[in-house]
């Protein structure tokens, strides 16, 4: 599907806003010397505390943070260009990041309790636990009044980076007013993985459905509360839009099918090159507008149709890897079948009821 052109199309050079920073630079050398060449032992052997580690030491748990944190304040374009950097070169690693990365982004600024501080500070990595409210009612996390703060209590169907975190963001509902308490749980007595999920994609990621068992959060511990109309409200901006993980795969599996010999595979990466950056230049303008509109639904179709258009580049790209690479292709030591897996989890990753409808409708031809 071919993505429609927003009113105020954001430049290339926009778009690549960041490439010249000093810190994206850094970053970027990183994942080539560092993440790139272990991204198949890393969805293997999965994500370790060594490497959170070492993102710490570049600065990536809190470059969105101001100086006064010791982070960088990077910008929006900036801070995509990372996004689309370290997505590319291993995905597992990202995905265990950006969960941190995006929750830091949301922590308020004062007053604030010392979990907060030091996740801020990058001292710690805080996980993510937010998608269960899509599926309200059916599936949640339960938020309970209580003197002084909060009990919650449920499963958590999905965290990535267990075993890697000190804290995790918990967004629960109070089922009586319909209040979504976003709120830091320390990982400790009150939580506790269930069975391993058998993952077929991102398997490095160390993503775990987690039981949380009457944790007690202070009030000093919840970062909002909100209305499930507002929740939902600001969950299009992240679950509608193409964001910056879907492009760095991309540009991964165009390099990897530029670099190989044949002319045929080749053409594959010099057709799609372009529609790439059509749709990733759209999604990034709409969503731009969108964020100066207030947020919301602003152009949502448009969006998703970007969204929708990503994915399909992904899983047309991959596949053209996996036939490029014939029988190689399917080995465990192929990145053709890495990236394959990873095109499949974009298609799952942030769904939303409107994401699952625009995916399914124009499969079906609508
Ligand atoms: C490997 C992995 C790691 C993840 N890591 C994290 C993480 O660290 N933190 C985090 O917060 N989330 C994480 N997620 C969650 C991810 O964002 C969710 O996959 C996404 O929100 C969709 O939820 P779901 O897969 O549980 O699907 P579901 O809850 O089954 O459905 C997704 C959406 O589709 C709608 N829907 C489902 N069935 C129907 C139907 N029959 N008719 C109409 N609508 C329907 C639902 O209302 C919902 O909005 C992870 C997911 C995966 C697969």
């Known amino acids: 599907m071919a993505a429609t052109s927003p009113t105020t199309p954001t430049s290339a050079q926009a778009v690549n806003a960041g490439d010249d920073h000093p810190f994206v630079r850094g970053v970027r050398e990183y994942a080539e010397r560092v993440l790139r060449p272990t991204a198949l032992r890393t969805d293997r052997e999965g994500v370790t505390a060594e490497r959170i580690g070492e993102l710490r030491e570049l600065g990536l748990l809190n470059h969105l943070a101001s100086a006064e944190h010791g982070g960088r304040s990077l910008d929006r374009g900036a801070d995509r260009r990372i996004h689309e950097i370290v997505a590319g070169a291993c995905f597992n690693t990202w995905l265990v990041w950006a969960q941190h990365a995006a929750v830091t982004a949301r922590l308020p600024r004062s007053p604030l309790p010392e979990t907060a501080r030091r996740a801020l500070t990058g001292e710690i990595l805080l996980g993510a636990c937010i998608s269960d409210v899509r599926a309200y009612p059916k599936r949640f996390i339960e938020a309970r009044r209580v003197g002084g703060g909060w009990v919650l209590s449920g499963t958590i169907s999905w965290v990535s980076g267990w075993g890697l975190h000190s804290a995790l963001t918990v967004a629960a509902v109070e089922p009586s007013t319909e209040t979504v308490v976003t709120a830091l749980v320390g990982v400790g007595a ?15 990621s160390r993503t775990e459905r987690v039981l949380l068992e009457g944790a007690f959060v202070p009030d000093d511990h919840v970062i909002s509360r909100q209305t499930l109309e507002r929740t939902r409200f600001d969950d299009i901006a992240t679950a509608g839009d193409a964001r910056g993980h879907h492009f760095g795969l991309a540009e991964t599996v165009l390099r990897e099918l530029a670099e190989t010999p044949d002319p045929l595979v080749q053409a594959v990466a010099t057709a799609w090159r372009p529609r790439v950056a059509r749709i990733r230049e759209t999604a990034y303008a709409l969503a731009d507008e969108a964020a100066a509109a207030g947020g919301g639904p602003h152009r949502l179709q448009e969006r998703l149709d ?29 990145t053709a079948q890495l990236h394959a897996r990873s095109a499949l989890f974009v298609l799952v990753q942030g769904q939303s009821a409107d994401v699952r409808r625009a995916q399914l409708a124009h499969l079906a031809g609508g």
């Open 306 to 334: 970007a969204k929708v258009a990503s994915g399909e580049a992904l899983a047309a790209l991959t596949r053209a890897l996996v036939v490029a690479r014939a029988g190689r292709g399917l080995t465990g030591d192929d």
């Open 190 to 204: 009150h939580t506790r993985a269930t069975a391993p999920l058998d993952l077929a994609a991102v398997a490095g």
